[in-house]
């Protein structure tokens, strides 16, 4: 197998394809035709390289997280302007494997997670891309707030990046209430099974009395 390898890591997807095809399939067709020519052509100006491209998403990595971030923002304008390409991004750093055209690892699985935050024409990056980017005056990045994804240890801060032209998500007060409640539901079953745990020990130290 193939050794892991840290690098910055990009991850984009047309938002809504499925409905896009269901309503007019050549157009569709044409965008995504679109979407992935740019996404091979910008991805090789700024010195990355694209690890997957399926259906409608892509990966690409980057050796400087200034140059995915710049990328991002440059693929943005240009799925502005007509044809217009619904498209959200997630930038994040962490360990990938590349195999058959395929993409694997912890890096690749937290940035899918990031991405998800983005809404189209915007992109989302993490609090370790943002430290990346501290001497970075062309960068405009506001907080998003701190996120709690499924199997990963600790919440992740994230950050949308603000330069003219770039859709910026709200301040998702209702996805951070929505994990809130999920955090408070696994506090719940840890509370559960720790009492069960107390019940069950305590019957069985009666039974030895």
Not at 90 to 95: C, F, L, N, R, S
Not at 186 to 198: C, E, I, N, T
Request: charged residues 20%.
């Amino acid at each position: 197998m193939t050794t892991p390898k840290s690098t910055t890591l990009l991850y984009a997807d047309i938002v809504g394809y499925t409905a896009l095809i269901r309503a007019d399939k050549d157009n569709a067709l044409a965008k995504l035709e679109y979407f992935k020519a740019l996404m091979q052509s910008q991805t090789q100006a700024y010195q990355g390289e694209v690890i997957q491209l399926h259906r409608d998403y892509c990966i690409a990595a980057f050796e400087r997280a200034a140059d995915a971030v710049a990328c991002a923002e440059a693929l943005q304008m240009n799925f502005k302007a007509e044809p217009t390409v619904p498209v959200r991004m997630g930038i994040h750093a962490g360990e990938v494997i590349v195999e058959n055209g395929n993409a694997f690892g912890e890096g690749v699985f937290q940035v899918t997670q990031i991405e998800k935050i983005a809404i189209a024409g915007s992109i989302v990056l993490s609090k370790e891309i943002q430290a990346q980017l501290a001497d970075k005056a062309q960068f405009a990045l506001e907080s998003l707030g701190a996120f709690t994804f499924k199997n990963v240890d600790n919440p992740i801060e994230l950050f949308a990046l603000t330069n003219d032209g770039l859709s910026v998500p709200e301040s998702c007060a209702e996805l951070r209430e929505e994990q809130k409640q999920a955090n408070r539901k696994r506090w719940l079953r840890a509370l559960q099974l720790f009492a069960g745990y107390l019940v069950a020990a305590w019957t069985n130290l009666k039974i030895e009395r």
